[in-house]
């Protein structure tokens, strides 16, 4: 099956400094991979839409300076979180999927804690 | 703009009891429906989905259901263990080429030994 891997799964950094996230799809090719960000006790909510070889689409008030998204290659779509805040500190998740219809794999999330 | 709701926000039952989780959507022009389950500090686990051409889908002690004329899913689990421990996320994908998914906020759900 479609297995997302994603990394790390815990980062703590200083305020700041800027932490990239990593989300690889390992078995299969992704042209889109979709970042969620989920604080504690709520559902997940769409950050962006990350498009191979093109621009990432961002939700309405997510700040795309600070929230970079790469997608240079298939298997591969990165988040970097710029300039990092304490309220940055948040659960991320990926996923991607083969076509929408098949349903979609979720990477196992990275913790993101800035100090 | 699709809002998914999840009912109960939590949920604890003995072991061996059947269970039913609610999730509901105010568009019902969803391409499919996908339960997820997830563990604390953990991604995703998909656990079953259904095209908007179904109505149910099952897998082991799991069936999902699927009325979209209603706007409702439910998920139904037989037999729980302590093990099903986890909270359960319902998405609705609205298709249109957007590939979104609207995720309601989920059941925890605790399996009392």
């Known amino acids: 099956g479609a297995v997302v891997s994603q990394h790390p799964s815990w980062v703590i950094c200083k305020s700041g400094t800027s932490v990239k996230i990593e989300c690889r799809s390992l078995?299969?090719?992704?042209?889109?991979m979709f970042w969620y960000r989920q604080f504690p006790k709520q559902s997940l909510m769409l950050m962006a839409t990350?498009?191979?070889?093109?621009?990432?689409?961002?939700e309405q008030g997510v700040e795309k300076d600070k929230f970079l998204i790469n997608h240079a290659s298939l298997t591969l779509s990165t988040l970097t979180v710029t300039s990092a805040h304490p309220e940055d500190s948040s659960f991320y998740i990926c996923?991607?999927?083969?076509?929408?219809?098949?349903?979609?794999?979720f990477g196992s999330g990275t913790r993101l804690t800035v100090v | 703009k699709q809002e998914v709701t999840q009912i109960p926000a939590a949920l604890s039952v003995p072991e061996g009891e059947n269970l039913v989780l609610n999730c509901s959507f105010t568009d019902s022009a969803i391409y499919n429906l996908q339960w997820f389950r997830q563990d604390p500090g953990k991604g995703l686990t998909s656990l079953l989905l259904?095209?908007?051409?179904?109505r149910e889908q099952t897998s082991g002690r799991l069936n999902a259901s699927l009325d979209k004329s209603s706007g409702r899913s439910t998920l139904y689990i037989a037999a729980s263990q302590p093990g099903d421990s986890a909270t359960y996320l319902c998405a609705a994908y609205s298709g249109a080429g957007s590939y979104q998914l609207t995720f309601g906020k989920g059941t925890k759900l605790s399996v009392i030994p």
């Open positions: 996923s991607a999927s083969v076509t929408g219809a098949y349903g979609y794999t």
């Open positions: 259904i095209q908007s051409s179904q």
């Open positions: 078995d299969f090719q992704a042209t889109t």
């Open positions: 990350s498009n191979e070889g093109s621009k990432a689409t961002y």
